[in-house]
């Protein structure tokens, strides 16, 4: 089997490009599902298919489209507990942030990390198949790196969770 080429992303400056609503209508139907066929996406937005793909790949020059992935199903894939980590420090420095980064990095439980403004510094989201592993993956973190505090969150119900971001900004 060949290995699939990456997407050349992000080579383009996006001040240079304009987009307009047929481009945000592509970006909807691509964030909806990215394996939606050319020919369809090209007859819903009124191209034929070769602008149409002209478009999408400006866009992923642009860096606009990072990458086209699947997303999996939490509960089938047997991680069902989501937990939310609020993280302080009182060491804020460039090597502390450096071995958070690879702490993070090599924690695959650790889906999100944000870094905040306010009371936490941190945020992290992490999937776990029940509260031992989250338990594990906690004295992991602690084991490696001081924190002044660790706040873990866990949630009991799913309200909203999309991948697709507004267009009507660009």
């Known amino acids: 089997m060949t290995e ?3 997407r050349k992303t992000g080579s383009k400056p996006i001040e240079s490009i304009t987009f307009d609503e047929t481009d945000r209508l592509i ?4 964030q909806k599902d ?10 819903a937005v009124g191209l034929s298919a070769n602008p149409c793909w002209r478009r999408i790949k400006r866009m992923e020059e642009a860096g606009v489209i990072k990458k086209r992935v699947a997303l999996v199903d939490q509960a089938r894939a047997n991680v069902p507990l989501t937990v939310f980590i609020g993280v302080s420090t009182s060491r804020h420095e460039i090597d502390w942030l450096n071995r958070f980064h690879e702490l993070i990095d090599e924690i695959p439980e650790v889906v999100e990390a944000y870094r905040l403004t306010g009371t936490v510094d941190y945020i992290l989201k992490v ?4 509260m031992a592993a989250y338990d594990t993956v906690y004295k992991k973190m602690i084991q490696k790196l001081d924190f002044s505090q660790v706040n873990s969150m866990i949630s009991m119900e799913e309200l909203k969770f999309t991948t697709a971001i507004p267009t009507t900004y660009l």
């Open 27 to 30: 970006l909807e139907m691509l």
């Open 4 to 6: 699939a080429r990456p």
């Open 34 to 43: 990215s394996d939606t066929p050319i020919q369809a996406i090209s007859h």
């Open 127 to 130: 999937v776990a198949p029940d």
